[in-house]
């Protein structure tokens, strides 16, 4: 039941990040005006080069574990807990074009289950710490306002390294670290607050390939142009 | 016996990923733009022949993910560094060559393609290369061995421009083995074998990057009973396996 | 236009990198593994073993094929199957008698290790007396062929193509080592068992072999098990959220929490060798040594289960392999060594100086012909390890150079080794 309150919610945070699409004010910026005029020029070799920009992302949110998992037999009255609570730390080079490029980091409960065996108790709780590079784009990009949501929404993609993380409580403790190769994709929707800053709302799906750990992430974020040059 | 409750499958978690990019197209609806002008813009992988006479050029890297049947616990994404070479000859018909190298093994490539122009903004493209590879490796007390091969791919590509700055491509490929030598000391296997040997799949991207640097960016996905990357594990498997590839070029 | 593009793109990535085709081999023949030989006795099981020509059948199974009975012990019972090794696509048979009356049936199923096809199988013996097939009934006359004929069927249809084998000539019988890889072959040879488990070594002599090699290492707590990764995996074990090295928990733990990839125990080495003693016609146990520390432990249970076996009134190898010079170091740490014996796999003059009885080479550095004299005239058997292509197995068994061979292919190791003609 709890499941599907919390998928409901996911789903209302969704629209509410879609409203404010609808919502959103923001000028032109002169970025804008000059892609505009290569537009009409009927070039794309525009000889001016920048500004390029590092901005960082930061953000947290809510997980669900989304793929099958084990329980072993021997376990009695399993807990099963399938939600987490995510974090992400994204550093991102957005040159004078559309494609974007940077690092992810973070990190992510899988999930855990606890239980009894033969009157002991046990716990078993995965989480992992995605190290990916991820490309990204706007949607929209040589057409359009910064008002469009097509301008705002971005869709992510990254490849990498997931360190998945164990931890067992059953007559002691083992806590170990594995290694899986893995992928991410993302779509994000960013408002703009402020001349550096934005928030942003995005879906996430991490996918630790070698583990077979998954999860889907809904995430505010806040991001910031740190450095333009 | 323990046994494990399956509790949810991930196949339910791609179908919703379709259904996300089925939204995120309807979200494009209203957002067409003008297509009078389309730029020529360069790029390796859609389908739209170079000026005649001139060429085209690319170096990136391919990363290559091993699948665990062969290389069990150890998953990896091997990298290999990619050149690519196209001549226009006329408005629809160019050469291409590739070369791809891991040092101890590497695989060249030649063929052509013929596209046909659909619109100003959708084309395709009917190709054939043929590949030779070589891989060699002297290892104390772990290998003296070489092998090489032959393959061919004949391909379709379609391309789409889906606005003036970013080109889609898929292409499909079959990949058809013509010859196979393998050499451990002083023994050799041959097999003559001319067979489909698996079909890929692209997924390509290609659009400015920085300044005027333009790059490739993709995935292909190939299921086949061999990849010459893999040569020295000595792959006995009549099953296509799955090697998924992250392509990264850039546009010279 | 463009939605339907998008959507087109969409749909098209996720079909095509949601394809990940999962491959499984489902044994359908349920054995019955009746205790006793029924009508197929002593005699009958000794006419029975050969080199078949293949007529019905041969596109399949290839044109020729090596027939031979293995056992089961179970307690006070043994239980006998019939094994056909193949040339093509590293195919078997594992058959059993059947308890029908009026004629000799055997009853099982095929399987091509190189994929996952498999099927039914259903066999007659008869004999060619005078011309004229009829059915055997356990008496053979002079000038009588043994011929084997029935039927097999697909994976998803009952027996349906005719199979017939007619007896050429006996089996080979230079001696020869053949050891299945982790006892029996990898997880990715989907066997109806897992590897480095107790259920796949009762398996590995219908499989064809006649030794076993498998991976040992120590739990957090010491306790020697069969286990070949070096962390716990899906490619090996079900998913429970357990992660890293085995050597990080005891025993207890991975017994409650972990089991194989078919539903089977990790077991000890000890269980392991109590199997191969009690259960099997096993005669070589290869104790790779996967684990980093003192070996002190499993040459103790190598000691025990060599006089457990010597008591039982087998012949049975069982040796501690060496790959490498962390493992050398260990044995050089023993206390008392010079009871010991040892395979090592690295260069011949290491081998030598460790006064090890087996050396066994990577194959893939040749038939290193020189070498492996050198070591052969020097007294010591020589193995290859591990070889699965079908073709350099035919080559390696042609040298006859080698004394073994370690494969995860251990029924095609057979079928070139069984038809050789010298």
């Known amino acids: ?229 | 016996m323990a046994t494990i409750r399956n509790l949810y499958t991930s196949s339910n978690l791609f179908r919703q990923l379709g259904y996300s990019a089925l939204l995120i197209g309807f979200a494009q609806l209203g957002m067409a733009q003008s297509s009078k002008v389309w730029p020529l813009q360069p790029g390796i992988y859609f389908p739209q022949a170079p000026v005649p006479g001139k060429w085209r050029k690319s170096v990136g890297v391919v990363f290559t993910t091993t699948p665990p049947e062969l290389t069990e616990e150890i998953r990896v994404s091997v990298p290999a560094i990619d050149f690519n070479l196209q001549r226009g000859l006329s408005k629809n018909f160019y050469l291409t060559g590739r070369f791809q190298t891991q040092f101890v093994q590497s695989n060249i490539g030649v063929g052509f393609r013929w596209v046909k122009p659909f619109t100003n903004r959708l084309f395709m493209s009917a190709g054939y290369d043929i590949t030779g590879w070589l891989g060699a490796l002297q290892i104390k007390d772990v290998f003296s061995s070489q092998a090489f091969g032959v393959e061919t791919f004949p391909n379709v590509s379609v391309g789409y421009k889906l606005t003036r700055d970013l080109r889609f491509t898929f292409r499909t490929e079959a990949i058809v083995d013509l010859y196979y030598r393998s050499q451990v000391g002083s023994l050799a296997v041959v097999y003559n074998r001319r067979e489909v040997n698996g079909v890929a799949f692209t997924f390509m991207l290609e659009q400015p990057f920085y300044h005027q640097r333009h790059v490739s960016v993709g995935v292909r996905g190939a299921y086949s009973n061999f990849n010459w990357q893999l040569w020295s594990l000595f792959d006995t498997f009549d099953r296509n396996l799955f090697y998924p590839q992250l392509i990264f070029g850039f546009i010279l | ?422």
């Open chain 1, 1 to 229: 039941m709890i499941y599907r309150r919390l998928q409901t919610t996911s789903w209302v945070v969704l629209l509410l990040l879609l409203s404010l699409a609808v919502q959103a004010q923001r000028p032109s910026s002169a970025r804008r005006q000059r892609r505009l005029q290569a537009i009409e020029a009927d070039t794309l070799t525009d000889t001016r080069r920048g500004p390029y920009t590092v901005v960082v992302t930061a953000g947290g949110g809510l997980s669900y574990y989304s793929t099958h998992l084990g329980v072993p037999a021997a376990i009695e009255q399993t807990r099963l807990s399938r939600f987490g609570t995510p974090s992400s730390l994204r550093v991102m080079w957005y040159p004078d074009h559309r494609l974007r490029v940077g690092l992810e980091t973070g990190w992510t409960t899988m999930y855990s289950y606890r239980g009894q065996v033969a009157g002991e108790n046990t716990h078993v709780y995965v989480s992992a710490v995605p190290i990916l590079v991820v490309f990204s784009m706007p949607l929209g990009w040589l057409t359009g306002t910064d008002r469009s949501i097509a301008r705002r929404m971005a869709i992510t993609a990254g490849t990498g390294l997931y360190v998945n993380h164990s931890r067992l409580d059953y007559l002691g403790t083992v806590m170990t670290n594995t290694n899986s190769l893995g992928w991410m994709a993302a779509a994000s929707y960013t408002y703009p607050i402020g001349r550096r800053f934005r928030i942003a709302g995005e879906l996430k799906w991490f996918d630790a390939v070698a583990v077979e750990n998954a999860a889907f992430t809904a995430e505010l974020q806040l991001v910031w142009r740190a450095f333009s040059w």
């Open chain 3, 1 to 422: 236009m463009k939605p339907v593009i998008y959507s087109l793109l969409g749909l098209l990535l996720v079909a095509s990198l949601s394809c990940r085709k999962t491959y499984e081999a489902l044994v359908p023949y349920d054995f019955t593994n009746l205790p006793g030989s029924g009508q197929f006795g002593t005699a009958v099981r000794a006419v029975t073993n050969g080199v078949y020509t293949v007529s019905n059948g041969a596109s399949e199974f290839g044109d020729q094929v090596a027939l031979k009975w293995t056992y089961l012990h179970n307690g006070a019972d043994t239980s006998y199957y019939l094994s056909v090794f193949t040339g093509k696509d590293a195919a078997y048979f594992n058959l059993e008698g059947t308890s029908q009356t009026d004629s000799l049936v055997l009853g099982g199923y095929w399987r091509k290790l190189v994929n996952d096809q498999i099927g039914l199988a259903q066999l007659t013996l008869r004999v060619k007396h005078q011309g004229k097939l009829q059915l055997y009934k356990g008496q053979l006359a002079p000038g009588d062929t043994m011929v084997i004929d029935g039927l097999y069927g697909d994976k998803n249809s009952k027996l349906s193509h005719p199979i017939t084998l007619t007896y050429n000539r006996p089996l080979n019988s230079r001696p020869f080592s053949i050891m299945a890889h982790r006892s029996g072959g990898r997880t990715s040879d989907l066997l109806p068992a897992s590897e480095n488990s107790v259920e796949i070594i009762k398996l590995a002599s219908r499989l064809g072999a006649t030794g076993i090699e498998v991976d040992v290492r120590y739990t957090k707590d010491g306790v020697p098990i069969l286990y070949h990764d070096n962390t716990l995996n899906l490619r090996l074990i079900q998913k429970n959220g357990l992660m890293g090295p085995v050597e990080d928990y005891t025993y207890q733990q991975l017994s409650t929490f972990v089991r194989l990839i078919n539903g089977e125990k990790i077991p000890t080495l000890e269980e392991a060798l109590e199997t191969v003693v009690n259960n099997t016609a096993l005669n070589f146990v290869w104790l790779d040594t996967k684990y980093i520390g003192p070996m002190d432990k499993v040459q103790a249970i190598q000691q025990k289960y060599r006089q457990k076996a010597l008591q039982a009134g087998r012949d049975l190898r069982i040796i501690i392999g060496l790959p490498s010079t962390e493992a050398v170091d260990s044995y050089k740490a023993l206390a008392n060594k010079e009871n010991t014996p040892i395979l090592c796999e690295l260069d011949t003059a290491l081998t030598r100086s460790l006064g090890a009885r087996i050396w066994a080479p990577r194959w893939t550095l040749g038939p290193q012909t020189a070498e492996v004299q050198a070591m052969k005239a020097a007294g010591l058997t020589v193995f290859v390890w591990t070889l699965d292509e079908p073709e350099f197995i035919r080559e390696f068994i042609g040298q006859n150079q080698f004394d073994g061979i370690l494969s995860n292919y251990s029924p095609v190791v057979a079928f070139y080794h069984y038809t050789e003609q010298p």
